[in-house]
């Protein structure tokens, strides 16, 4: 469990790091569209290559839709983030991926359990 939520931090790091920095370079549109394209994939992927025995027999639009909640929301965030704060100094960029890691990373297993739980896929 502790390796998984290590992998989760570095990715979300490095994701916000990525999203901000090419937020200034390239601007609100093609960087929305980059984040709306990485946020359907990891969808997808957790759609096809993430499901629980219980949740295959439950509806197929429920399960991507949780997938897609619980692996796009920190990047929506992230990217909402990088637009309210345009010109960011490299300080703060990186203090703010390193509290948005920590803090997405502690919470993760709940936003996860609250998604699935809601949907009505699975409860515990």
Same mark, same amino acid.
């Given at each position: 469990? +502790?390796?998984?939520?290590?992998?989760?931090?570095?990715?979300?790091?490095?994701?916000?790091?990525?999203?901000?920095?090419?937020?200034?370079?390239?601007?609100?549109?093609?960087?929305?569209?980059?984040?709306?394209?990485?946020?359907?994939?990891?969808?997808? =992927?957790?759609?096809?290559?993430?499901?629980?025995?219980?949740?295959?027999?439950?509806?197929?639009?429920?399960?991507?839709?949780?997938?897609?909640?619980?692996?796009?929301?920190?990047?929506?965030?992230?990217?909402?983030?990088?637009?309210?704060?345009?010109?960011?100094?490299?300080?703060?960029?990186?203090?703010?991926?390193?509290?948005?890691? +920590?803090? =997405?990373?502690?919470?993760?297993?709940?936003?996860?359990? =609250?998604?699935?739980? =809601?949907?009505?896929?699975?409860?515990?």
């Amino acid at each position: 469990m +502790v390796a998984t939520l290590a992998i989760i931090f570095l990715l979300l790091f490095s994701a916000a790091e990525l999203i901000f920095r090419l937020r200034i370079k390239l601007g609100v549109v093609p960087i929305s569209i980059i984040v709306l394209i990485a946020v359907a994939l990891l969808g997808a =992927y957790g759609y096809f290559f993430e499901k629980s025995a219980y949740s295959i027999e439950s509806s197929q639009i429920k399960n991507a839709m949780s997938y897609t909640i619980m692996f796009g929301s920190p990047l929506i965030i992230t990217l909402v983030t990088a637009s309210i704060f345009k010109k960011s100094s490299s300080l703060f960029i990186h203090w703010f991926a390193g509290i948005l890691s +920590v803090i =997405y990373t502690g919470l993760f297993p709940l936003i996860a359990i =609250y998604t699935v739980c =809601y949907l009505g896929i699975d409860c515990i």
